[in-house]
């Protein structure tokens, strides 16, 4: 291989017919490196490359950059378990067995095996969905804001919802229930004020123009003090005295009582269907543990109109979906080890004295890692549920705390953001919280602190300069 420095870029054809690029077209193909190569070209000319070897070597480096997944694992040390930008509910063994399972081949996803002929993806689920609801029928779809747009849509095109105006959630990414209603071709009529909504509210704003009572779950906010709602027992109550049906959006939705494992209580799924509601939906990525889905499930009838709704193809979930979700529900046939068997469940319910071994382990590391301008010790924090889960309750938790030794509060802050940046481009990159002039990693999301201690003590903090 040439080693001659300067002069002109060798022409592209030439260049492709060099035994580096040869091998580098027979792993990757020919339009890959050549578009490599014509960058790695015009870098020669700009005088930032001068011989072969060093334009092969930036061809590959390119190649490797454009071929890399977009998607990465990553550690989340933010303190959010069910985060949603990380992913939200890690899913168990079983699931991700039950997705490579249908992912290679073909599969039984809409056909039935007993009689031979046309079946319905729903039937994967829909029976454990009904034995741990006590619903009389259920459907699902890819997301809790799909299920509410498909359940709206169907049960009161051109009509009037009716709900409680301290309930006109909005849950981010765009999501307002407002907004939802209008898509979904529905009229929204609001009643009560923000902190109070009474039985007359209901009674008196019912019409000929109604299709039903909606209540949504404030899973991502409280209204505290001088307050008034309506239990789903009552609102049934005034629901079926005019004939209309009663839709409760729990959001995250659970279906055991959360207090078992000593946290938050959440709405319970089959305690809400047991007050008299008609419909509810739920996600199936976040207490229930999950992969991203919404599910709906009720009244048989209700449930068969919003299986024919023509939105219903549109919402629907995939194969993969429907295996992963089948898997989490079978492992609630036995709710005493729930705790140990859901990666989400298993995470929040992790004792603090466990998280603070974690934080021991990785102490020596991280302090390796950062160098001398950065004092890091450890420190109890306060974790969260996550993805509108129980806004107000924490949970004690234990971290790993970087602060700079800067005297200057600019340099301080811009240091902290250098530190959290070069966290991030570690091969598994490590995702913290700045918080209190420090950036905190929180332990509780970490059960096997040895590969995040091997990466950080093979890598090097680099301070950027501060003037």
């Known amino acids: 291989m040439s080693s001659t420095h300067g002069g002109r870029p060798p022409a592209v054809d030439k260049a492709l017919a060099w035994p580096g690029v040869q091998a580098l077209i027979d792993c990757h193909g020919r339009n890959l490196v050549l578009n490599a190569l014509r960058a790695g070209l015009q870098q020669w000319r700009e005088g930032h490359i001068g011989d072969e070897q060093t334009l092969v070597a930036e061809v590959q480096a390119s190649i490797e950059q454009v071929l890399a997944p977009a998607f990465k694992p990553v550690f989340n040390l933010t303190g959010t378990v069910i985060h949603t930008n990380l992913g939200r509910a890690p899913l168990p063994p079983e699931a991700i067995t039950a997705i ?7 599969s039984n996803l809409e056909y039935d095996l007993h009689s031979g002929q046309r079946g319905d993806r729903d039937a994967h689920v ?12 259920a459907t699902v779809v890819n997301n809790n804001a799909a299920a509410v747009l498909l ?5 009161a095109l051109r009509r009037e919802v009716i709900v409680s105006r301290g309930e006109l959630i909005e849950i981010g990414g765009s999501f307002r229930l407002p907004d939802i209603m209008a898509r979904a071709g529905c009229k929204l009529h609001e009643v009560g004020s923000t902190n109070r909504t009474h039985a007359h509210d209901y009674a008196d704003a019912i019409s000929s123009r109604t299709a039903l009572l909606l209540k949504a779950h404030t899973s991502n906010y409280v209204v505290q003090g001088f ?3 309506l239990s789903e027992a009552e609102l049934a109550g005034i629901a079926h005295q005019h004939d209309l049906p009663l839709v409760v959006d729990l959001g995250s939705g659970s279906l055991i009582d959360m207090q078992r494992l000593g ?7 089959r305690e809400v269907l047991a007050q008299g509601v008609d419909v509810v939906t739920f996600s199936g990525d976040k207490l229930l543990g999950g992969p991203q889905a919404g599910i709906i499930a009720g009244r048989a009838d209700l449930i068969s109109r919003i299986r024919k709704s023509p939105l219903k193809r549109a919402v629907r979930c ?7 979700l089948s898997a989490v529900l079978r492992l609630y046939a036995d709710p005493d080890t729930l705790a140990q068997r859901i990666p989400a469940l298993r995470l929040l319910s992790r004792p603090q004295s466990d998280i603070e071994q974690t934080v021991a382990a990785l102490l020596t590391p991280l302090t390796s890692w ?14 969260q549920i996550g993805s509108g889960s129980q806004p107000l309750d924490r949970l004690p938790s234990a971290a790993l705390r970087l602060r700079s030794q800067h005297t200057n509060k600019r340099n301080r802050s811009r240091q902290l953001r250098e530190l959290a940046r070069q966290l991030r481009q570690l091969p598994v990159p490590v995702i913290g919280r700045i918080a209190d002039d420090s950036l905190l990693l929180d332990c509780r999301c970490v059960e096997d602190a040895q590969p995040l201690a091997d990466q950080l003590l093979t890598n090097q903090f680099v301070p950027e300069p501060l003037v």
């Open 318 to 324: 995939d194969k993969l979906t429907l295996a992963a």
């Open 126 to 137: 829909e029976d454990w969905i009904c034995r741990l609801t006590g619903a009389e029928a």
């Open 370 to 383: 950062a160098g001398d301008p950065i004092a890091v010790d450890a420190c109890e924090v306060l974790s």
């Open 227 to 229: 307050t008034s709602s």
């Open 100 to 106: 490579a399972a249908v992912a290679s081949g073909a």
């Open 263 to 269: 946290l938050p209580a959440e709405p319970v799924v």
């Open 151 to 155: 359940v709206l849509n169907a049960l």
